[in-house]
């Protein structure tokens, strides 16, 4: 951490490092959330109107910790109910002992020591709570978004927005949500979910308008669940899969246009992140989850000096695995490619063929746009421009209908030059 | 006996109202827990409060609120005092009714 004497740089630097440590604890002292940020954000107007003029304290961080606490403090005294007082207790303890190194964290019954930032992850991610709410407290308190950025995202007013947050912190008070990091049994299932909702939110912002921001925030959430569980190898699976995937923003989509995997300008792709994907799957020792083999995917593309180069062999064999952890029809369609790439066009189609009823797939026009390629492969081509046709029919998006367009333009030149 | 709300019913429109006027839940409460006819009895918060549980195939699913999709027939009904809901959870998981039914949780209003 570099000092800096600039009153509004340290305490953007200060809330960086410290914001979500004082939220996540005062949720655990005080069992309120709202007065858990309220707190933080009094604290970081008070910096402003007394740094200035008093100079910037020496440990910023420290004091913008016991500022927030006093303030909770205070608003807690205040209230004075017989229900706070307990709150009061459990804050001014937490007061007293703040300053030492552990200030954020609570001995379990194991005598583990559990960081307060996980309990507000695992708790904002619980499965009882609507994927909506979900999403939208990860974004406010954990990631420290304001409401209207959370609303901007999300396409929604700000009064939706904060009405989302509210219920959803009613019901964490209301059905008792424990302010907890689940036992062992029950750790797997749910950083699954913890994991979903974070690449949800990754996803999300490529399919909206708020790509890069989201985007980025989303990596950075990757990153602490990441470092909050350095034991378990799913959220690094996770944080290389998003970086492997936001090395090619700058080459997926060029003037508006989505340009596939194959015909990116690999100049374009972020070595820097590429780099960090593949270092971050390298420690092995263990068996792959889901999220570790689509980024070994992703990365066995990006690997490629050009789509000619790309590993299929290998790409078939991930999916196979793929597949077998995850038998859903995406994942199947996306195996029957690989095969059809690896092995031979009319050995995809075959794989295709097992999927053809799938209920998930009709009307989607991914089954019909993969068939029109393995077809294409296998140089039937009128056949391959009758399943563009249906895809074209079927397509959600304008730029996906583009992308298809062209294909089928291509294909179709392509066979009067036969 | 389980109490229900009636989407259909508008309180606000006078033509829907009681001729004998609006009665009181604390007086009948009263009267019949003086008469021994009602055991027990409390008021659970509303469908966006409520979890549900479920088990298939060995799987324990969690969801937010009740399932509104079909008809759904209440069969019976349990009270719990649990710690909290993850520990609610884990007791409606081992019901038997949780692999071929669907158990809802409801927090009463006050404790």
């Known amino acids: 951490m570099s000092k800096t004497d600039d009153p509004s740089e340290a305490l953007a630097q200060a809330l960086a490092d410290q914001r979500l440590r004082i939220v996540a604890s005062l949720i655990r002292t005080t069992h309120d959330w709202d007065l858990a940020e309220d707190a933080v954000a009094d604290a970081a107007e008070r910096a402003l109107l007394t740094w200035p003029r008093d100079g910037v304290p020496r440990n910023p961080a420290a004091w913008l910790t ?208 590429i780099e960090e994907a593949l270092s971050l799957t390298m420690l092995v020792g263990r068996v792959p989850g889901p999220y570790r083999l689509q980024a070994e995917l992703a990365l066995t593309h990006l690997r490629a000096a050009d789509a000619a180069e790309t590993d299929w062999r290998r790409i078939e064999r991930l999916y196979d695995r793929l597949y077998a952890l995850q038998p859903t029809p995406v994942v199947g369609l996306n195996r029957a490619v690989a095969i059809g790439m690896a092995q031979s066009p009319a050995r995809g189609l075959m794989a295709l063929d097992q999927l053809a009823d799938h209920p998930a797939l009709r009307g989607l026009h991914l089954l019909p746009a993969v068939r029109a390629d393995l077809l294409a492969r296998a140089g039937r081509t009128t056949e391959a421009v009758e399943q563009l046709d249906r895809a074209l029919e079927l397509a959600p998006t304008e730029q996906e209908r583009e992308q298809l367009a062209r294909r089928r333009t291509h294909l179709s030149s392509d066979s009067s030059a036969d | 006996m389980l109490v229900t709300l009636d989407p259909s019913h508008d309180a606000d429109d006078p033509s829907s109202a009681d001729p004998t006027g609006t009665l009181d839940v604390d007086d009948w409460v009263s009267k019949y827990d003086a008469a021994g006819v009602r055991l027990m009895g409390n008021q659970v918060r509303m469908a966006e409060d409520a979890t549900s549980v479920t088990r298939r195939r060995g799987e324990l699913l969690v969801t937010d609120g009740p399932y509104a999709e079909s008809r759904e027939w209440i069969v019976g009904f349990d009270v719990l005092q649990c710690a909290d809901l993850d520990e609610a959870i884990r007791v409606a998981s081992e019901h038997p009714m949780a692999a071929s039914g669907r158990l809802e949780l409801r927090p009463f209003v006050e404790d």
């Open chain 1, 66 to 273: 016991t500022t927030a606490q006093r303030r909770a403090l205070d608003v807690i005294r205040r209230a004075g109910t017989e229900r706070t007082k307990l709150a009061e207790l459990g804050a001014q303890q937490q007061l007293d002992g703040q300053l030492d190194e552990l200030g954020d964290r609570e001995r379990e019954e194991t005598g583990v020591l559990i960081d307060d930032r996980l309990r507000l992850v695992f708790t904002a991610c619980h499965p009882a709570l609507p994927m909506d709410a979900r999403v939208a407290l990860t974004l406010k308190v954990v990631a420290g978004l304001s409401t209207a950025e959370v609303a901007r995202m999300f396409l929604v007013e700000e009064a939706t927005m904060s009405q989302r947050l509210l219920r959803a912190k009613r019901k964490i008070a209301h059905a008792a949500i424990p302010y907890r990091v689940p036992e062992a049994s029950d750790l797997p299932e749910r950083l699954d979910a913890v994991l979903a909702v974070i690449y949800l939110v990754f996803t999300q912002g490529y399919a909206g308008a708020a790509a890069p921001q989201l985007a980025e925030e989303t990596i950075r959430l990757g990153r602490l669940v990441v470092d909050l569980m350095p034991d378990e190898d799913e959220p690094r699976g996770l944080l290389a899969l998003m970086l492997a995937q936001h090395a090619r923003r700058d080459a997926r989509l060029v003037d508006g246009k989505l340009v596939t995997l194959e015909d990116q300008d690999r100049s374009r792709w972020d070595r820097q992140s």
